[in-house]
Structure formats: C-alpha cells, structure tokens
C-alpha cells in the first residue's frame, strides 16, 4: 500500500530556514503529481505547493512563494520542500500528499495520499 512519511519539521527561529522531506513507497512515484499542505491550528488544511510528475511544472501559494521551493528525486522517490525566510505564520503540520491525475490542482481532495505530517514551528 502507498505510504508516505514526512521528516524534517522542527522548532526554528524566525527568518531561519529548514528542509522537509516526503519518502514515498508502495506506488509509482514518477506517476503521481505531489504536494506540500499545511494545517496551522484551529484552521482549514492549506495547500503550499505542488509539483508535476516529472518535476517540470511547478505551482506555490502566494503565501510562499519566493521563499520556498519544491523538488523531487524520482530516482529515490523523494520529494523536498526548502523553506527560507520562516515566518511564524508558516507554524503548522506540513503534511505531503500525492495524486494520480495531472493538472494544476490545489484542493485536498483532489489528492489521493497523505503522509502522518510533520510539525514546523516558527518562533517569534
């Protein structure tokens, strides 16, 4: 079965800068379109970034964009999300999802796995 685990969330100083990664098994990563959300507390689950199949096409959040980027190693079937310039409002469960039909699709529903999520603080 598909599995996708999240690693890399910690505590971190406003303005620092942490790594995410999403290990993927159980399916065809270089089939599926994948994505970053993210769930602060008390709030809707958000989508931060998305990246196509083959890692040419890519689509961020205003929220993030020029501050984060996403990339992924079909090779070892990983997926990264470079976060710089941390805000506290990027404080969240960052959580990877994949999905099996291409398109430039943000809604959670439209994607097929989730990993457990990861944890991100951003202190003040």
């Known amino acids: 079965q598909a599995q996708l685990v999240e690693s890399g969330g910690e505590l971190v100083q406003a303005g620092g800068s942490l790594r995410l990664s999403c290990a993927a098994s159980g399916l065809t990563f270089s089939r599926y379109v994948m994505g970053w959300f993210r769930q602060a507390q008390g709030k809707e689950r958000e989508f931060v970034v998305g990246i196509s199949a083959s890692g040419s096409s890519t689509n961020y959040a205003d929220s993030v964009k020029g501050r984060f980027t996403i990339s992924r190693d079909n090779t070892k079937n990983m997926m990264y999300l470079q976060m710089n310039s941390l805000k506290p409002e990027d404080t969240a469960v960052y959580y990877c999802?994949?999905?099996?039909?291409?398109?430039?699709?943000?809604?959670?529903?439209?994607?097929?796995?989730w990993g457990q999520g990861t944890q991100v603080t951003v202190s003040s």
């Open positions: 999802a994949a999905r099996r039909w291409p398109g430039a699709r943000s809604s959670p529903s439209d994607y097929d796995y």
